[in-house]
């Protein structure tokens, strides 16, 4: 099979061994003209990258998501992703987002981000974020996003990689979609497996449009080696999953147990302390055998969300009997929750200290 994509970049190095990579699997192959690049790149500055390259090749690539898009027997939704901390991912993916919301304005934009290790990746990493967090914010009907430093940590704590590379990080946030975006039963769906993914998520977690930002978090996670020694039942999972959330811990090594949820629901509750992360909305997806039977209440408390939205709006369940991934059960959360508050707000400190520092 061929993806439905389209591959952009001011340079052609990844491109070319994203394109190698595929083929050589022999289970399926990008386009053969479905993908650009130049050969310079954006100097890793964000307005250089939507200010220049994006409007210099904007007919180009407006017409290969064209040719993807007339594929569809339907256009359920796009899904942007892009890295944020160099000049091209944040400012022409950024450029692009900016088009295709134009073209599409009804279809459902998804934009998956990147954002960089917090000690530094690029000098200018957090104005490139920034500026693009800022513009997509008007443009995307959902963000999701990944912290390049918590899945450096699973591949470091839970996968027990000694040399972490980028394909390790790319294969566990690869994980973490799939299990987000593979065929799935919702509430509504009657038998039918979904057709638009893009969409079911962003009706089901963006419930506000000034709350647009999600996490995501998967477990099991564990080396391929310890998978046939481990038993999986579903109470395990999921009471440290419902933990995960409520104490705003990104992984099973090192959950704070002591975080509870507030007594009471409603207006008139009041939160424990700064360490519970109240959430607008969650997703819980289920994937393996005896889905049927988990038992997922812990999710419904009313004490987990915010007083101006029902738990039965805020809480919504996908489920699908066949296992992802070579892990007989797995559950994955997808949370509009306070869990991207402080990263951000480090992300904004940052820029904003190197601006007054000017």
């Known amino acids: 099979p061929v993806a439905r994509a389209v591959l952009v970049d001011m340079e052609p190095k990844v491109i070319n061994q994203s394109i190698s990579r595929a083929a050589k699997s022999g289970r399926w192959r990008y386009g053969e ?38 594929r569809c027997d339907r256009l359920a939704g796009l899904m942007a992703m892009m890295s944020v901390a160099g000049g091209t991912g944040s400012g022409v993916g950024t450029y692009v987002t900016q088009c295709l919301r134009d073209i599409y304005p009804k279809s459902f934009i998804l934009n998956h981000l990147t954002w960089p290790y917090g000690t530094g990746e690029v000098i200018v990493q957090n104005y490139n974020s920034v500026l693009t967090l800022a513009h997509l914010y008007q443009l995307s009907d959902a963000i999701l996003v990944h912290e390049n430093d918590t899945v450096h940590r699973i591949c470091s704590q839970l996968l027990n990689i000694k040399h972490i590379s980028f394909g390790d990080v790319n294969r566990v946030i690869a994980h973490q979609l799939g299990s987000v975006l593979q065929p ?40 391929s080696s310890s998978i046939a020694y481990s038993t999986f039942n579903w109470p395990g999972p999921l009471r440290h999953l419902r933990q995960m959330l409520i104490s705003n811990t990104k992984m099973e090594e090192g959950i704070d147990w002591q975080v509870r949820a507030p007594a009471g629901s409603g207006g008139t509750r009041s ?12 997703l819980l997806i289920l994937r393996g055998k005896d889905v049927y039977s988990a038992e997922t209440g812990g999710f419904e408390d009313a004490a987990l969300y915010t007083s101006w939205l029902s738990s039965e709006a ?36 940052k820029a904003w200290n190197m601006f007054a520092s000017r």
């Open 271 to 282: 939160l424990t302390g700064p360490s519970f992360n109240t959430s607008l909305a969650n």
């Open 33 to 70: 003209t479905s993908h650009f690049s130049q050969k310079q790149g954006s100097g890793n500055n964000w307005a250089n990258g939507f200010c220049v390259h994006g409007p210099r090749h904007r007919d180009v690539v407006e017409e290969l998501v064209r040719r993807e898009v007339e």
């Open 184 to 223: 799935a039963l919702t509430a509504d769906s009657h038998g039918v497996y979904s057709r638009n993914p893009v969409g079911e998520l962003v009706s089901a977690l963006a419930c506000h449009p000034e709350y647009k930002l999600l996490s995501v978090c998967t477990i099991p996670q564990m080396p």
């Open 314 to 349: 805020a809480f919504s369940l996908w489920k699908s009997p066949v296992p992802f991934n070579k892990y007989e059960k797995s559950a994955t959360l997808v949370s509009n929750s306070q869990a991207l508050l402080r990263p951000l707000d480090n992300m904004v400190g």
